[in-house]
């Protein structure tokens, strides 16, 4: 009994991040040395969803992953790549899901189709309504 | 009256948003973030030991002809302890296994292999979590299938239970 009171304290124990081993890499946490460079970083790491804490960009998050993500970013840019180069080597492993900007193809078409289709339909019964009214 | 139906129309879009909501409620939500690279070959890695009396890891240990698991584990994640056992089953099958530690000491790993057993032919570390960005892996414990040309072909995400065993040694057989 004793034994699995511990078993119980000690999973439901909360750790905190910095009890987890290992240091972020170097450039999770360390802005680029050419200012427009590390604000091109900026932008795309507020455009990525961090893996795991789902609802937050990596550049919000504290999770570790986030932290690898955000070196990955920095080193990537920091090289010359660009950002679309960077965004499609992360979709590539885990796929559309990975940026808050769905893609306009495929079912992601029916998200930026959607509003314009809405509006249309609305605009067209306001018309109608309007001309009841005229005549 | 030609317009009549159109009265219909709001009620319609209720019932519909109605049966989203309610399929949202019925149906729990998939929160895993699958890899992508299923189906795609063992990205490039190479890994330095992950403690003492331990080797490296690198994707080159792996195209050998030979299908293998990788198994992606932590000292510090409470599911990996629970996985170890069936870890150490699906071994006694005949199944190599290769893993990769996550952000861990050596000393940790030491004391993690000594308490749960060591299923592992080789085990690299991970230190800053790149190799598992460029595995598409999202946490751990994760274990990926790779065929004996070094391609992955099956992730599984979470940890291994009794009754996972049976068809991951399955699959892997097949892929030979």
């Known amino acids: 009994m004793k034994r699995f009171v511990i078993a119980c304290a000690l999973a439901f124990s909360i750790v905190p991040a910095a009890a987890q081993e290992g240091l972020p890499p170097p450039l999770a946490n360390q802005q680029l040395a050419d200012p427009a460079q590390e604000a091109r970083a900026l932008e795309l790491m507020q455009r990525l969803r961090c893996i795991q804490c789902q609802g937050q960009s990596i550049h919000d998050s504290d999770a570790p992953i986030a932290a690898a993500m955000r070196h990955e970013v920095r080193e990537r840019i920091k090289a010359g790549q660009s950002e679309a180069e960077i965004e499609s080597w992360l979709i590539e492993r885990y796929g559309d899901w990975i940026s808050f900007a769905p893609p306009a193809s495929g079912s992601g078409l029916i998200l930026w189709l959607l509003p314009i289709l809405v509006l249309g339909g609305a605009l067209l019964v306001a018309r109608g309504r309007f001309r009841k009214r005229e005549a | ?176």
């Not at chain 2, 069936?86 to 292999?113: M, N, S, T, W």
């Not at chain 2, 004996?148 to 992730?155: D, S, V, Y």
Request: aromatic share 8%; charged share 25%.
């Open chain 2, 1 to 176: 009256m030609k317009k009549n139906w159109l009265i219909w129309a709001p009620l319609a879009l209720f019932a519909f948003l109605g049966g989203i909501f309610l399929y949202g409620l019925v149906e729990p939500k998939d929160e895993y973030v699958r890899s992508n690279l299923v189906g795609r070959p063992l990205p490039e890695f190479a890994l330095p030991a992950a403690t003492e009396g331990v080797q490296g890891l690198s994707n080159t240990d792996f195209a050998d002809g030979k299908p293998r698991m990788l198994n992606i584990f932590a000292s510090w994640c409470l599911p990996c302890k629970a996985e170890a056992p069936f870890l150490e089953q699906i071994k006694e099958a005949g199944v190599e296994i290769h893993a990769i530690a996550i952000r861990d000491k050596p000393e940790d790993v030491a004391a993690f292999l000594a308490e749960h057993g060591n299923p592992f032919v080789r085990i690299g570390a991970d230190m800053d979590m790149l190799i598992q960005l460029k595995l598409g892996s999202s946490g751990v414990p994760e274990t990926y299938l790779i065929d004996g040309k070094g391609r992955i072909i099956h992730q599984h995400i979470g940890d291994i239970r009794a009754e996972h065993v049976e068809p991951l040694i399955a699959k892997l057989k097949e892929a030979k």
